[in-house]
């Protein structure tokens, strides 16, 4: 595997790490996210909660407060009342005067202050506006006899106290512009004798409570809400919400429509604070009449009751909770940059460890390998030379004690059997010397343009008359033009080692033929050296180029050799870029298929 590959592997397994600690990070970073943000709301829900539940109770008190003085305010003029109603009318109605103005004009807080007798007849009413107090003409006085609060101020027990729904003020059947919210409070006057003489009525300025609750509230998140018992806006979301039970057109102006759910929990409740989609709501409930006249008549007109909400939209609260969160922002990068890159160096690292360990193992049993090969090739060595050597030895013998004695034909025939012992020896050394400098990384090669047929010319002439002494044609069918681009020496050793191993497997009268072509891509050209000779079975085309497991047999006329030849052409071969294909069948022969890189173009 090459330098480039293998770096490129190990860079994609480094980045393969990487992203593995890089998810495993992501899912903690989200667990812990999800935990600080669940954390954070629940904590900024409670301050909240506390927050909105003090402002609601806050202005509730405060409307509280005002209720009770506007009650107080009442029960002395009902008192003062009372204490004049022994004088004569001129006398009760002068004090009665003088009184109501002089409150009126400390008070401020009073539209209208008069007395109506038990018929509904006004007796004495003083007008307050702008910090101005008018006492009304007797020929202006109205009889308010059918006025529901006349009715309903009737039939009121001594030191009782009612309170009208808060409205906006009409004047001649139509609403007075700007808004004018009023309240009417009254209270019954008893003379000593225990009988109902009239009763004192005061217009309360509505906006006072409006304004006061609008000013109070110290809520940074919530809006205050301010309604009446029919879920109508006196302080609304929106101005355009508010009173709309004054006109026909924003009749379903209420929070009984805008909010359906969260209504009814405010309207059974008289406080709480609870959550929803839409958000946090905390209410207080206000009721200006007393527990007494609440249970007489919870439905009728007499019957009040006021809802102070602090609401906190969802978004706002989400918004405020994202806030808190945020300045975890910052620490979150940070910490995601510095884990990011110990991540890629400690998966650098660690491929790093694990690439040098996996290389080690692999030269280990490369070794193994080696050392083995090299033990059973020289095993092979040992053996294949044992037998020459022997008969070199004993045909030496024969030419030293013998040679007197022999006939000329006998001496010749020793002299050549020397001479094929001794050439095999060379052979056999020769591959040996080949295949220790290939191990050794010792054996150089020199890539050169090569005419293929020149080269094959000096091969098969080489080979020549070996193969006539066995009757096999030895045919050189190789064009003219072909030129590869490998080490000549090399080459020359794979098609002599080939060509020879065909002409020891070939019988008498048999052929080899050699024929070459240019592919059609242009990148190779291919050799055949095709025999008719024995031929190999599946078993031996196995373990052709595998040291140990090659078997030597002799050749049809008994040639000796060992097997390696074929394993030097295919390292060769390999070392030249190229390729090697055997195909074989018993008694049909062999065909060594050669590819080799064509010589680059010049221009």
Not at 251 to 271: I, L, N
Not at 345 to 372: D, G, H, P
Not at 387 to 401: M, T, W
Request: with cysteine; glycine share 4%; net charge neutral.
């Amino acid at each position: 595997m090459n330098n480039n590959l293998t770096h490129k592997i190990n860079q994609k397994k480094t980045v393969a790490l990487f992203f593995v600690f890089v998810f495993g990070y992501l899912i903690i970073l989200i667990l812990l996210i999800g935990v600080l943000y669940f954390s954070t709301e629940k904590r900024v829900k409670s301050e909240i909660k506390s927050e909105e539940r003090y402002t609601c109770l806050k202005t509730s008190d405060i409307t509280n407060e005002i209720v009770r003085q506007i009650k107080s305010d009442v029960l002395f003029l009902t008192r003062q009342t009372k204490s004049f109603s022994e004088q004569s009318k001129y006398e009760f109605e002068k004090h009665l005067v003088e009184t109501f103005y002089e409150f009126a004009l400390s008070k401020e807080t009073y539209n209208q202050i008069r007395y109506i007798d038990v018929s509904g007849k006004e007796k004495v009413r003083i007008n307050y506006s702008e910090g101005k107090a008018e006492i009304v003409e007797k020929k202006k006085l109205q009889d308010k006899s059918k006025r529901y609060y006349f009715q309903e101020i009737k039939r009121l027990p001594q030191d009782s106290v009612f309170f009208s729904p808060m409205d906006l003020n009409v004047e001649k059947d139509a609403i007075e512009i700007p808004f004018k919210p009023m309240i009417r409070i009254g209270s019954p006057v008893f003379n000593r004798q225990q009988e109902l003489t009239g009763m004192v009525v005061a217009n309360f300025f509505g906006d006072i409570i409006i304004d006061k609750l609008i000013s109070e509230d110290e809520s940074n998140n919530g809006e205050i809400l301010f309604l009446n018992k029919n879920g109508y806006y006196f302080i609304g979301l929106e101005k355009d919400v508010e009173w709309g039970f004054m006109f026909d057109e924003k009749k379903d102006k209420t929070f009984f429509y805008d909010f359906p759910e969260e209504s009814k929990m405010v309207y059974e409740g008289q406080e709480g604070t609870f959550s929803t989609a839409k958000g946090m709501f905390t209410f207080a409930t206000v009721n200006p009449l007393s527990k007494e006249l609440m249970d007489e008549d919870k439905k009728g007109p007499n019957f009040l009751q006021w809802k102070l909400i602090s609401f906190v939209p969802a978004k706002e609260l989400n918004l405020i909770i994202l806030n808190e969160v945020k300045s975890w922002w910052f620490i979150f990068v940070f910490m995601s940059l510095i884990f990011v890159t110990l991540f890629w160096f400690l998966s650098r690292n660690i491929n790093l460890k694990i690439e040098a360990r996996r290389q080690l193992v692999e030269r280990n049993k490369e070794l193994s390998y080696a050392n083995a090969t090299k033990d059973k090739f020289f095993s092979i060595i040992a053996h294949d030379l044992k037998s020459p050597f022997a008969g070199l030895l004993g045909l030496s013998e024969v030419l030293a004690e013998n040679a007197a004695n022999l006939s000329e034909e006998k001496l010749n025939s020793v002299t050549r059997s020397v001479f094929t012992t001794a050439k095999n020896i060379f052979v056999l050394l020769e591959n040996l010397l080949q295949w220790a400098r290939l191990q050794t990384d010792k054996l150089a090669v020199s890539l050169e343009e090569v005419n293929m047929n020149e080269m094959l010319f000096e091969t098969v002439d080489l080979l020549q008359k070996t193969a006539s002494q066995k009757q096999i044609t030895l045919t050189n069918e190789i064009p003219d033009g072909l030129k590869i681009y490998a080490d000549d020496e090399m080459i020359k050793t794979v098609f002599r080692n080939i060509i020879s191993n065909a002409v020891k497997f070939t019988s008498a009268g048999g052929e080899i033929k050699l024929s070459a072509s240019a592919k059609s891509d242009d990148k190779w050209v291919e050799v055949k050296i095709q025999d008719n000779g024995v031929g190999m079975d599946k078993e031996q085309l196995k373990n052709l180029f595998r040291i140990g497991k090659v078997k030597s047999k002799p050749g049809t006329a008994n040639e000796k050799g060992t097997g390696l030849g074929l394993i030097l052409c295919k390292e060769f071969i390999d070392l030249n870029n190229g390729k090697l294909t055997v195909e074989s069948e018993p008694g049909k022969g062999t065909l060594f298929s050669v590819f080799l890189p064509v010589a680059p173009h010049r221009k």
